[in-house]
């Protein structure tokens, strides 16, 4: 009798329950597929989302993980663009590239794809992934890059610059605020400084995270619990922030934004919201604000992988800690308990 092969994969049991254990191989299940190895992966917030329950569509069973970088151990009979031992990094989005969503660029909302990663189907990390649709869900690695700075090119920086930095609007010369200093609110950070904004402020309850935010170019810091940010922002501005980004995902840093936004200004959600916020609409509809929230395309990865490979982008700043696979669990209390462990991105290799 053939023996299945197995690895080793980190598989969400229900809310609260996460496992390291041995599960079957992926294989390639359709022509269009690849199997990569992962090199280096690492956790998100959503991943912490769905461990708290968050996220009932996530199955028990189900493989966790959407970020990553590895090799091409195998690629089904349609795929062009790869071989075998191509260096690659995974997007978080897999897109068919067809439908009519991916031909307008948003490829969050391929009609076979998505966000499927570490949801619907099983996810980074672990030692092998299957990637649908490889030709459009991966990214080739130059030679000679920093593999371990572009696992922050799967998810987070394309989310901070386009869902924070591009929806807001964010031209030279604005005033903005980024509500929330951990990893996605420091790449809206770092990919804001593109367009020359004149000030940046970053506003969190941390003051290791405001400490960091400021090494990464943030002109003012606000801690929240220490002082009032509407008061303070508005005794520093004409009238408030030209762009507010919310890079937290709670009803309270929600709240900030609308109090610190100016008439004609723009409010970014980028925070992944578990309960509902109240819009003050009463205040706002005579400002003029535009308001606009969303799931990453990750359209902008291309560029920013020319960025980082040219070194105008350093986002191995974001990486505090180190783990290996075994450790994943470890790993997990460590991102979960950032503030006291002083994390931002944690990688995970074999």
């Known amino acids: 009798m053939k023996q299945t092969k197995t690895m080793k994969a980190l598989v969400y049991d229900g809310p609260g329950k996460i496992e390291l254990k041995e599960v079957p191989f992926p294989k390639i299940e359709k022509s269009t597929d ?45 795929v062009r663009n790869f071989k075998k031992g191509d260096h690659v990094i995974i997007s978080c989005i897999t897109s068919d ?140 501005t004409k009238d408030g922030v030209d762009v507010a980004i919310e890079a937290v995902g709670a009803p309270a840093t929600f709240d900030i934004c609308q109090k610190i936004v100016r008439p004609g200004g723009h409010i970014a959600n980028i925070g992944v919201h578990g309960k509902p916020v109240e819009l003050q609409i009463q205040d706002l509809w005579i400002q003029n604000i535009t308001i606009t929230m969303g799931l990453v395309n990750t359209n902008t990865t291309p560029m920013l992988l020319k960025t980082v490979s040219s070194g105008k982008l350093e986002p191995s700043k974001l990486i505090t800690h180190h783990f290996k696979l075994k450790e994943v669990l470890e790993a997990y209390e460590v991102f979960g308990n950032a503030g006291k462990e002083k994390a931002m991105k944690v990688i995970i290799e074999p």
Not at 41 to 69: A, Q, R
Not at 153 to 164: A, F, M, N, R, Y
Request: glycine residues 12%.
């Open 34 to 78: 690849a199997v990569v190895k992962i090199l280096k992966t690492t956790i998100c917030g959503t991943d912490l989302g769905i461990l708290h329950g968050k996220t009932p569509s996530v199955k028990p069973g189900t493989t966790l993980g959407h970020e990553g970088v590895g090799v091409i151990e195998e690629i089904g009979t349609s």
């Open 97 to 236: 590239g067809s439908c009519e969503y991916c031909k307008k660029q948003m490829y969050a909302h391929c009609e076979d794809g998505g966000w499927i990663l570490g949801h619907l189907i099983n996810g980074t990390q672990a030692e092998y992934v299957r990637i649908p649709h490889a030709d459009n869900s991966l990214y080739l690695i130059p030679d000679g890059s920093d593999e371990e700075a572009l696992v922050m090119l799967s998810d987070i920086l394309p989310t901070g610059h386009e869902i924070g930095v591009i929806n807001g609007g964010v031209k030279p010369g604005d005033t903005i605020a980024i509500v929330g200093a951990g990893p996605i609110g420091m790449s809206a950070l770092l990919t804001a400084q593109f367009y020359s904004p004149a000030k940046i402020y970053m506003i969190d309850i941390d003051e290791n995270r405001l400490e960091m935010a400021k090494k990464f170019g943030a002109t003012h810091t606000i801690n929240s619990t220490k002082e009032d940010v509407t008061k303070r922002i508005q005794s520093e």
